[in-house]
């Protein structure tokens, strides 16, 4: 009977080892892209429920300015865009 000599049956063991660890770590990554997904969707419930309660609070087509939480309804918005429009300046 034929045998592998030890060098070469520890090379052939290593890269079966690295081989199942490439699969676990894949397998980790689909994993976590699921409970990232997961999450996702649970953020996107949560902010629908805010976002229903601004709405009743402030109005269906209020505009909130997400850094300093001024709320502008759709009037006040409209005006401003009807104002004089400052004009671009040249990049060079």
Known sequence: MKKLTDAELKSIQD???EFNKA???IADG???QYQLMKDIDNIKSEFAVIE???I?????DSSIN???GEVKTAE???AEQ???PKPLEKVE
């Open 23 to 25: 699969k676990i770590q």
């Open 30 to 32: 689909v994993l976590m």
């Open 15 to 17: 890269k079966q080892t």
């Open 52 to 54: 229903k309660e601004m």
């Open 56 to 60: 009743e609070k402030y109005g269906k």
């Open 76 to 78: 006040e918005v409209a």
């Open 66 to 68: 997400m850094q300093t």
């Open 82 to 84: 009807t104002e004089d």
